[in-house]
């Protein structure tokens, strides 16, 4: 989607973490928008991106831990 910010395939778009691809999906840490599927370090930051992917997708938003 072109109107998203440039999120790496392994990067957390919550916290910008590099995510364990394999593990994230060993431990569902995963969600499929589209043809896309993001990944996360943990169950918080894949909660915060169920509530609102727009935030988190948004190009105005900076990942921070």
Same mark, same amino acid.
């Given at each position: 989607? #072109?109107?998203?910010? @440039? /999120?790496?395939?392994?990067?957390? $778009?919550?916290?910008?973490? @590099?995510?364990? /691809?394999?593990?994230?999906? #060993?431990?569902? !840490?995963? =969600? !499929?928008?589209? =043809?896309? =599927?993001?990944? %996360?370090?943990?169950?918080?930051?894949?909660?915060? %991106? !169920?509530?609102? $992917?727009?935030?988190?997708?948004? $190009?105005?938003? #900076?990942?921070?831990?």
């Amino acid at each position: 989607m #072109a109107d998203e910010r @440039t /999120i790496r395939e392994d990067e957390d $778009p919550v916290c910008g973490m @590099t995510v364990d /691809i394999e593990e994230a999906r #060993a431990a569902g !840490r995963v =969600e !499929r928008r589209g =043809e896309r =599927e993001y990944v %996360f370090c943990g169950r918080g930051c894949l909660l915060d %991106f !169920r509530d609102d $992917p727009m935030k988190y997708l948004d $190009p105005g938003y #900076a990942a921070s831990m």
